[in-house]
């Protein structure tokens, strides 16, 4: 009788009474135990898929942040390489 649903005291209990239930109780409580843990199991499947498909969205658009933050410090660096060349270019101008 492992289930979520009980706690120890109440799984003891049930375990107790067992004895003194007549058969199909028995076999309702277990129909019942049985139940629950599909029932679970189905909600626990779902979930995981659900957990799954987000952790890869968010996978996807961190990616796409860090390209962007990628292309950012290539294009800034960029510039500033342009920037330097034609201070450069300007300054040997200077020195003819």
Do not use: C, G
Not at 47 to 67: A, G, P, R, S, V
Request: charged share 50%.
């Amino acid at each position: 009788m492992k289930t979520d649903s009980m706690d120890d005291d109440e799984r003891q209990y049930w375990f107790d009474i067992m004895p003194s239930m007549k058969d199909e109780q028995v076999d309702r409580l277990y129909s019942i135990l049985d139940t629950e843990k599909k029932k679970l199991e189905k909600l626990e499947k779902k979930y995981q898929t659900e957990i799954k498909d987000l952790n890869e969205k968010h996978l996807i658009e961190w990616q796409e942040f860090q390209m962007k933050d990628s292309k950012k410090k290539i294009k800034d660096e960029e510039s500033k390489d342009k920037k330097e060349d034609a201070e450069d270019v300007l300054d040997m101008l200077k020195d003819l």
